[in-house]
C-alpha cells in the first residue's frame, strides 16, 4: 500500500510539474466557465453590450470542433500513409515526385479557396470543410512517411527477409514499427494545423470554434473573436501535449528519433 501511495504521489507530481495538466484544466474552465468571464470582458471591452458569446455553449462548439479536426486528420492520416508507403515500394517508386508535388499543391492552395470550389458541389455544412483540412493535412503526414520508411536500415530488411519475412510482414513487422515516430510526429503536425484551421468550417455554416470568430469578425465585436480564439489555441495546446507524451514513449520503446 505505501508503495501504491508514492507511486500515485509521484504520477501526481510529474504531471503536475509539465504544462500538460495546467493546460487541460484552462481548457475545461474556458470551455464551461466563459458564461462567467462576462465581467472580465466588460473590462478588456468596456462598452460592449454582449461580451459574452451565448448563441451556443463553448463545450458544443469544442466538440464539433474536435470531430472535424478528427474526421479530416483520419481522412488525411489513411491517405496519406498510405501514398506513402507505395511511392516506398518497387512499383510505386516512380510515382514519388508526383505524389510529393500533388501534396505539396494541396498544402499551398488556400483552404478558404477550397472551401469556395467544393461548397457547390457538396453544399454547406461539414463536408467542404472536411475536404479542405484533409487536403491541407496531408502533405504532412506524407513526408513523415517517406522519411521513416527510407531512413529503415537496408540491413533490417535484409535480415527480416533473410529468416522468411515475405514483402507484406517485413512492412508490418519491422518497417512500420521502425518508422512509427516518424509517422507520429507527421499526425502530429497534421492534427495541429487542423484544430487550427478547421475555424473556417463555419464560413462554410458548419459549427466549430469559429462561430464565435467569424460573428465577432461580422459584428464586429473583439469579444466574441477573443473567446473562439482563445479556446482554439489552449484546445491546440492540449492535443500538441499528448502526442508529445504518446511521441516520447514511442522513441523509448524504438530507440529512434524523428527528424
Known amino acids: ?90 512499383s510505386g517508386r516512380e510515382f514519388a515526385a508526383m505524389a510529393g508535388a500533388i501534396a505539396a499543391i494541396g498544402q499551398t492552395f488556400p483552404p478558404v479557396a477550397v472551401l469556395a470550389l467544393t461548397i457547390p458541389v457538396l453544399g454547406y455544412g461539414a463536408a467542404p470543410a ?16 517517406i ?27 519491422v518497417e512500420l514499427p521502425l518508422a512509427f515516430p516518424f509517422i507520429l510526429a507527421g499526425l502530429r503536425n497534421a492534427v495541429i494545423i487542423n484544430i487550427g484551421t478547421a475555424a473556417i468550417a463555419s464560413a462554410a455554416g458548419a459549427l466549430s470554434l469559429g462561430s464565435p470568430i467569424i460573428e465577432g469578425l461580422s ?7 477573443l473567446e473562439g480564439a482563445a479556446v482554439v489555441a489552449l484546445l491546440a495546446m492540449v492535443t500538441d501535449r499528448g502526442f508529445a507524451w504518446i511521441e516520447d514513449r514511442a522513441r523509448k520503446s524504438s530507440g529512434r528519433q524523428p527528424g
Open 219 to 225: 459584428a464586429s465585436n473583439p469579444a466574441y473573436v
Open 130 to 145: 472536411l475536404v479542405a483540412l484533409c487536403l491541407y493535412a496531408i502533405f504532412p503526414v506524407i513526408a513523415a512517411t
Open 1 to 90: 500500500m505505501v508503495v501504491d501511495r508514492r507511486g500515485l504521489l509521484a504520477i501526481v507530481t510529474g504531471l503536475a510539474r509539465g504544462p500538460g495538466l495546467w493546460l487541460t484544466i484552462a481548457l475545461l474552465s474556458a470551455m464551461f466557465l466563459m458564461p462567467t468571464a462576462a465581467p472580465l470582458m466588460r473590462w478588456l471591452f468596456p462598452g460592449n453590450p454582449r461580451p459574452v458569446y451565448t448563441r451556443a455553449n463553448f463545450f458544443e462548439l469544442t466538440l464539433a470542433h474536435v470531430e472535424l479536426a478528427a474526421l479530416s486528420s483520419l481522412a488525411a492520416a489513411a491517405i496519406g500513409i498510405g501514398l506513402g508507403i507505395f511511392v516506398t515500394r518497387e
Open 147 to 173: 522519411t521513416g520508411l527510407e531512413a529503415v536500415p537496408s540491413s533490417v530488411r535484409e535480415a527480416a527477409q533473410g529468416i522468411g519475412f515475405s514483402p507484406r510482414d517485413v512492412l508490418l513487422k
